[in-house]
């Protein structure tokens, strides 16, 4: 996995971000932005480097990068899902950084075979499981995250407003039925916007249960954090 953006909490993914702006129109698209605590500049270049990516992967091959998912959250690329040899792994994150909107890319594509109708169903709904429980807390600001699920592995991605609000963002995923792992590409806006001076700060790290237990971690240094 590349990771060579400057010392920031990353985290978080919920597919909504991309598709919704290009679905939604330009004035939708504008709300949008908004209420996700994202310019609409933002939105766009996500989106486009998104649907870059994932057309020139399957230009390549649609037999060897047809189970790959593509997610970009603020120049973060976010590589899951499955290929059957490990240069295809490589080579996939090879185009993913041809894009000039892409600033950092994660590789979290396992090599094993197709995984079939049935698991990408499964993980499909472990996701919308996850969306709907982010939706109804009262705590977590649900349009600043993006999901992405593979094999019961959680991918968050996206803006957390604050360090708690990723921890409940974290239980939230953690909880839900079938979900084996949490991993958060989440960024914390409270810890970016920041001065410089190194501080400390108590940050999640617990297993997908429901009574998780927690460690400390340098803010400066959550990159790729699992739960």
Do not use: H
């Not at 932005?33 to 996500?46: I, M, N, P, R, W």
């Not at 968050?156 to 958060?184: F, Y």
């Amino acid at each position: 996995m590349n990771l060579r953006l400057a010392a920031a909490a990353l985290a978080l993914v919920l597919p909504l971000g991309g598709c919704a702006v290009a679905a939604v129109g330009a004035a939708g698209a504008v709300g949008l932005a908004a209420a996700k605590d994202k310019t609409l500049g933002e939105s766009v270049d996500d989106t486009t480097a998104s649907t870059e990516i994932k057309t020139k992967l399957l230009a390549e091959s649609l037999n060897r990068f047809g189970e790959v998912d593509v997610e970009v959250n603020n120049g973060l690329v976010l590589l899951s899902g499955r290929v059957d040899d490990p240069t295809d792994r490589v080579q996939a994150e090879g185009i993913a950084w041809t894009s000039s909107r892409v600033m950092d890319v994660a590789n979290e594509i396992k090599i094993e075979p197709a995984g079939g109708f049935m698991a990408n169903m499964s993980d499909e709904l472990i996701s919308s499981r996850v969306r709907a429980r982010l939706i109804g807390s009262s705590t977590v600001k649900s349009l600043n995250y993006n999901i992405e699920t593979y094999d019961g592995v959680v991918y968050l991605m996206g803006t957390a407003r604050t360090a708690d609000e990723l921890k409940r963002a974290a239980e939230e995923a953690s909880v839900v039925g079938g979900v084996r792992q949490v991993v958060s590409y989440v960024r914390i806006r409270e810890l970016v916007q920041r001065p410089a001076a190194p501080t400390t700060q108590a940050a999640p790290s617990y297993n997908p249960t429901p009574s998780p237990t927690y460690g400390t971690e340098s803010d400066a240094e959550l990159l790729g954090v699992s739960y």
